[in-house]
């Protein structure tokens, strides 16, 4: 039965976001349970992609790109994929009607990946940004809002601002892994061989601004969203406020992290300012 091999589909994107983000799934068992599995297959359709551009250095990446770019439209137009986690996201991708564009723009800056090392003008920095994040936020806004259009376009720039954050956070953590292991670097004018304290506070200066008008949108999501959010958005501002306290020549040399224990902590304290309606 068809129903079966959905099920499974899901439980392998599921299986993909527990494996690689104990942060993400954590948030994401925070969603009400109507929506949760949804963001879990658009977490696995964005991880296998963004996989193959960063850690599949023995292979061909570019034909495994191409291979999985094919099978994605595939199963967009079939709305079926013998790749479960390309079948579980088609399913999400037409439950919600996800606009094409935005799997497109997104596709588009994982295939830059492939072939782009430096973001040295701050427009080819943003427009990497919005295909890599701003887009996922909205991804997940489609699933937050289900099909309320108005809902959605009042909401819209602040999933993208919180997307961005996230993604910046994420660029200023792994600074060593993407500099060193894979000689990309975002930041534009930026030298990453001197990072400096001002440098590194200008970068934090534009993640701040990106998480406060990212939060402006979390007060106002669905109520079986909110908490979830609110969670992840937690998180990622305790690692800034970790990055933004270490120096940068650690930064360069170290991956910072939030312990289990902490994030432990930050879903309590999160639970009660929800409760508290404080969010």
Request: some cysteine; glycine content about 4%; charged content about 30%.
């Amino acid at each position: 039965m068809k129903s079966i091999f959905d099920q499974v589909s899901y439980g392998c994107s599921k299986l993909v976001t527990e494996s690689y983000s104990t942060s993400f799934s954590l948030a994401t068992k925070m969603l009400g349970t109507s929506i949760r599995n949804d963001i879990y297959n658009i977490y696995g359709f964005v991880r296998f992609a963004d996989e193959i551009v960063d850690t599949f250095h023995d292979y061909d990446k570019p034909v495994l790109f191409q291979d999985f770019e094919d099978e994605l439209y595939k199963s967009l137009e079939n709305k079926i994929s013998l790749n479960p986690i390309l079948n579980s996201f088609q399913h999400t991708f037409h439950k919600y009607g996800i606009p094409l564009h935005l799997v497109k723009a997104f596709m588009k800056s994982m295939r830059m990946d492939l072939v782009k090392k430096d973001y040295v003008t701050t427009a080819e920095y943003k427009e990497y940004i919005y295909g890599s994040a701003d887009v996922v936020g909205l991804m997940c806004l489609c699933v937050f809002v289900k099909g309320d259009t108005k809902k959605y376009d009042e909401l819209k720039d602040s999933a993208m601002a919180l997307g961005s954050a996230f993604q910046k956070v994420n660029f200023l953590r792994d600074l060593k892994a993407d500099y060193e292991l894979l000689e990309r670097s975002y930041f534009p004018n930026t030298n990453l061989l001197e990072l400096d304290e001002a440098s590194k506070k200008r970068i934090v200066k534009e993640i701040e601004v990106d998480f406060a008008q990212g939060f402006h949108g979390i007060e106002r999501l669905p109520a079986d969203a909110k908490f979830g959010v609110y969670t992840a958005f937690k998180y990622y501002k305790r690692l800034l406020d970790k990055l933004k306290k270490t120096p940068p020549l650690e930064i360069k040399n170290t991956r910072i992290r939030v312990p289990n224990y902490e994030k432990i902590g930050l879903l309590a304290k999160s639970y009660v300012n929800y409760k508290l309606h404080l969010v």
